[in-house]
């Protein structure tokens, strides 16, 4: 029998993910592998896919998440460095019973974790920290493992020309790319080969030390060399990605970021053409503006948890064609598979421009002005950001603003007034909380910011 105790730090909400040698290292990779097994064997399966991203430590974790796989039973089967919707690509063509990427995502390059699927749903929350009880409590080897390798890179590249469609309407606009040293480099190089357009692609070869920029698309501070690159060679766009490709960041022709709200609306627009009426999730830190667009393109807006696992489970449960994020996870089912893929993102941009002939600068150019803060992270101690939160919700239905219209509790809580709304969740993955407010002008979203304040010291939080 093998047992294994992990850094519980490493066991997050919708991933496995810690610092090198300090709280990850290759025993704990080989306990997640044999762990894995266990489960996947408990549900009479034996096929699990995995990939990695281009990290320094990524190979070396790989060997021993294999090792642990095989000696758990599993037929594994290796693509090597992949954008993580390239795993999932993988596990869905190869209907493996499970699939794992090793990817520290965004993170910093000490960085690295993994995340994981069963049955073509994520495993995650109580999934992982049912694996780290597993093994504590001990799980034990089986024979029949084995080891192969295999490339899926043409496979994955015509899909996305597949989804694409005829793109000879597009004509050849100048696009920029920005792979930020992460795994899209060579699928990025693969794709632009293949569609029309002037490519400018930045940063395609991989490299784990990340010298350019860090790999954070939604970061403000990552896109001064993409909004340069887009002014330099005219583009209409420059679209960049995260270190793993499941997040995608935007620049529009006039250097404006995009955020992920937005581009949701943006792709709805073909999606409600071809399922008028349908329902388009966003998270709960998203734009009214974005939501609006939708209602008044007679689609149904809908709210949910913020979250790629949360999102791509309520997908699956409303038969929604498409989910999207504000950090850039966009989920398309609409003749997609439903999980969350920055290539293929950037594909429904290209199609939507051919098909309309209108461009993502001409849409944000219809939009009202939005008056909203950035994401505010206020620090708050682990043992105490649940409680508060849950006052914080207790309080606005009790005692609720002048002109309250709804209270939405299913992440936290937002409150929508007659003048904007504001938002209070705790974090998933830190010792804080998320905040945000938007108003109808700027005096509007300073004073709803300041209510969030209020509402946090009423509750008994107090600034560190």
């Keep these: 029998m093998i047992k294994h105790l992990f850094d519980p730090t490493i066991l997050r909400a919708y991933d496995i993910r810690g610092i090198l040698d300090e709280t990850l290292t290759g025993d704990d990779a ?49 693509i090597g460095i992949s954008p ?39 495993f995650y929350d109580a999934d992982i920290t049912g694996l780290g009880q597993m093994m504590a409590n001990g799980v034990e080897s089986a024979e029949g493992g084995r080891h192969d390798h295999a490339d899926i890179s043409d496979q994955y590249i015509t899909a996305l020309k597949t989804y694409a469609g005829d793109l000879n309407h597009l004509g050849q606009p100048p696009l920029v ?43 403000p501070a990552t896109l001064h060399l993409l909004r340069q690159a887009v002014a330099d060679h005219d583009a209409v766009i420059g679209i960049g990605f995260d270190g793993d490709g499941d997040r995608i960041g935007l620049i529009d022709g006039k250097g404006r970021q995009v955020a992920g709200d937005v581009l949701t609306a943006y792709l709805a627009n073909g999606v409600l053409r071809r399922h008028p009426g349908a329902a388009i999730l966003f998270d709960v830190k998203s734009s009214s503006v974005a939501l609006d667009h939708v209602k008044a393109s007679g689609g149904q807006p809908q709210l949910w948890k913020t979250g790629h696992s949360h999102m791509k489970m309520r997908l699956k449960e409303t038969g929604a064609p498409l989910a999207g994020e504000m950090s850039g996870h966009l989920f398309m089912a609409d003749g ?79 409150v929508t007034t007659d ?46």
Excluded at 102 to 122: A, E, Q, R
Excluded at 177 to 198: F, I, R, S, Y
Excluded at 339 to 352: M, N, Q, R, Y
Excluded at 397 to 414: E, F, K
Aim: with cysteine.
């Design 177 to 219: 790319w920005d792979c930020g040293n992460g795994a899209t480099g060579p699928m990025v190089n693969m794709l632009t080969a293949e569609l029309p357009g002037q490519h400018q692609v930045l940063f395609s070869d991989i490299d784990g030390t990340f010298p350019n920029h860090h790999p954070d698309p939604v970061d």
């Design 84 to 122: 993580t919707p390239m795993l999932y690509f993988a596990d869905r063509i190869y209907q493996s019973d499970g699939a794992i990427q090793i990817t520290g995502s965004h993170n910093p390059p000490n960085y690295n974790g993994f995340k994981m699927v069963v049955g073509h749903l994520p």
């Design 336 to 414: 997609w598979y439903g999980f969350d893929d920055a290539l293929l993102s950037a594909v429904a941009v290209l199609k939507e421009m051919a098909e309309t002939g209108r461009d993502i600068t001409a849409f944000v150019d219809t939009l009202p002005p939005v008056f909203a803060t950035p994401e505010l992270r206020i620090p708050c101690m682990e043992s105490e950001k649940f409680a508060l939160v849950d006052a914080v919700t207790k309080a606005a239905r009790t005692n609720p603003d002048h002109g309250t219209l709804d209270v939405n509790a299913i992440d936290g809580i937002r």
């Design 30 to 78: 080989y306990a997640i592998g044999i762990g894995f097994a266990a489960h996947i064997r408990a549900r009479n399966g034996h096929k699990v896919v995995i990939g990695r991203d281009g990290r320094l430590s990524s190979p070396m974790l790989a060997e021993h998440l294999a090792s642990g796989l095989v000696a758990g039973g599993m037929h594994v089967i290796d």
């Design 419 to 464: 003048h904007g709304w504001w938002l209070i969740r705790a974090s998933n993955t830190g010792a804080e909380l998320v905040a945000r407010a938007e108003g109808h002008d700027k005096a509007a979203m300073d004073k709803l910011e300041s209510s969030i304040y209020h509402r946090l010291q009423s509750a008994g939080w107090k600034k560190p």
